[in-house]
């Protein structure tokens, strides 16, 4: 279980967030998220690394104290719900259509969760959680430590956080500061998948004309591999690089009348000397 107000006694390595205090888009200038990132709940995880456990520093190989936690303790474990896909298909195992986070803070408290409730179609409860009594609890409250932190400048806040399942978004309303509010903290993407065409199945006499043509095409480009490779066997015989044609008619005709085809034609007049 992965507590994620704990988290916020860091500072984020990714983002550079001081402790107490909300991530940020980037280390430099970077806006406020609505989310925590990974690597700063390290101090809640075991090291796979150097086999440091919860709550301790990672150590080097020689037993003394890193200067930073190891790269590997930095990602979120394999039980530990961080993706938004994991708690969305967490509620689908439940068949629960909606989970109901109800917190309150600000106004000098840090914050607190007052149950994390599932609820199916018919507004049945499911399950029914306190705080720090799972990791799917923890999970479903952890945009509440992300959008709010520990509740530092803000005035007294009461709320409640909503995962609807039908519509994969998570809303957050309430009342702050004597005042009501409604917020859509994020929506899940989908992912659009164009629609399939069928391809229809021709059968009987269609596929024997198609069989046919096929095999015409297969034919027609054999024999045209064959002239290829006669023009190049040509081409390679032919003498002083003549082209294939002259090869050719060298081959066909005899010499005689390539002869005679040489001296010209017998009706043009004799060229007299000078």
Not at 110 to 119: K, Y
Not at 139 to 145: F, G, K, T
Not at 182 to 200: D, G, H, M
Not at 228 to 255: E, Y
Request: some cysteine.
């Amino acid at each position: 279980m992965s507590d994620r107000r704990l988290w916020l006694a860091e500072p984020c390595p990714t983002c550079g967030a001081r402790s107490e205090l909300r991530c940020q888009t980037s280390r430099y200038r970077g806006k406020p998220t609505r989310f925590l990132h990974a690597a700063r709940g390290w101090r809640q995880r075991s090291c796979p690394s150097c086999k440091a456990q919860s709550g301790e520093l990672c150590k080097t190989p020689t037993g003394r104290r890193a200067a930073r936690p190891h790269t590997a303790r930095l990602a979120p474990g394999r039980r530990e719900l961080f993706d938004d896909d994991r708690v969305w298909e967490e509620l689908e195992r439940w068949e629960a259509t909606a989970a109901l986070v109800r917190f309150s803070g600000g106004a000098g408290s840090q914050g607190s969760i007052a149950a994390v409730t599932l609820e199916d179609a018919q507004k049945s409860v499911l399950a029914r959680w306190g705080s720090g009594e799972g990791e799917l609890p923890e999970a479903l409250a952890a945009p509440v430590w992300g959008r709010y932190a520990l509740f530092r400048g803000h005035p007294r806040t009461t709320g409640l956080l909503v995962w609807d399942a039908q519509k994969r978004q998570v809303l957050v309303a309430g009342e702050r500061g004597g005042r009501n509010f409604e917020e859509l903290l994020f929506a899940s993407r989908q992912v659009y998948r164009p629609a399939v065409t069928p391809v229809p199945v021709i059968t009987g006499a269609a596929s024997r004309g198609s069989a046919a043509r096929a095999r015409r095409e297969h034919v027609a480009g054999r024999r045209r591999w064959r002239g290829l490779a006669l023009v190049r066997a040509l081409r390679r015989s032919a003498p002083g690089g003549a082209s294939p044609r002259r090869a050719l008619l060298l081959q066909a005709l005899p010499a005689g009348r390539l002869a005679r085809a040489a001296k010209g034609p017998s009706s043009l007049p004799a060229a007299q000397p000078a």
